[in-house]
């Protein structure tokens, strides 16, 4: 069935380092690839996604790969600050339209950034 | 504020009870997704409404069910509550079209059941 494997479960880093985060889907037809942060009893709120065409997306800081062949894609976080304290969920969907969208979420990544 | 909303945000009940949770919609938005957040735990998706119509299943227990409304907001009834169940409810919502993927998460339902 579809699934989304997502890893690490927790991360620690210093301020100023950079973050990665991996997940790896295996529904083929997947196309579609976005990152949440959820902050604690927050909603998840969009940070950065994908689509199938793109290779790679920068947004300041943040940055998604993509490797279709692979099926995994990436969350790169540079000059992590304290704020980004958080946790991280990788999702994969076939993004059709008519609504056949459903979301498949990874366990989560618990970020941890020290000052 | 991303433009859904959810009441009520906190639920307090007693096992075997039922409830209801009701999520609007940003405006223009067709499809509405419930998920289920337990404490500590990842995403896990339930159900999708796409104007009005069931759209895909996920791990919904048959105690579960939701409807979509015809002015689209949702209604997630809970019933023979368990301990289990409590946990945070989040729908989400997103917009028809080509780009239809994005989805708009509410502030969520904490439902606690003693």
């Given at each position: ?8 479960s927790t ?6 380092d ?8 295996s529904d083929s037809?997947?196309n ?13 709120q ?16 943040i940055?998604?790969?993509?490797n ?33 969208n459903?979301?498949?979420?990874g ?6 950034v020290?000052? | 504020?991303?433009?859904v ?7 307090i ?7 209801t ?5 940003r ?5 509405v ?12 998706f339930?159900?999708q409404?796409y104007?009005?119509?069931e759209r ?8 579960f ?13 809970l ?12 729908c989400?919502s ?21």
């Open positions: 069935g579809e699934n989304v494997e997502q890893h690490p991360l620690s880093v210093q301020e100023g950079s973050a990665v985060i991996k997940c790896t889907y037809a997947s579609y690839f976005p990152w949440y942060k959820q902050e604690l009893g927050k909603r998840p969009l940070i950065i996604d994908i689509r199938s065409n793109v290779g790679e997306k920068k947004d300041q800081r940055a998604v790969t993509l279709k062949t692979a099926k995994h894609f990436s969350l790169h976080i540079t000059e992590t600050q304290p704020e980004d304290s958080a946790v991280y969920f990788c999702a994969a969907s076939r993004g059709l339209s008519g609504g056949y459903k979301l498949i979420f366990a989560g990544t618990r970020l941890a020290h000052p | 504020d991303s433009g909303t959810q009441t009520p945000k906190h639920l009940t007693a096992t075997g009870q039922r409830v949770l009701r999520c609007s919609p405006s223009g938005d067709l499809s997704y419930w998920y289920q957040q337990s404490l500590d735990q990842g995403l896990q339930l159900i409404y104007n009005g119509e895909a299943k996920g791990n919904i227990l048959e105690r069910s939701a409807q979509q409304f015809p002015d689209l907001h949702s209604e997630l009834n019933s023979s509550l368990e301990l289990g169940d409590s946990a945070l409810y989040f989400a997103s917009v028809p079209g080509l780009a239809d993927n994005e989805q708009f998460f509410g502030p969520g339902t904490r439902l606690t059941v003693l």
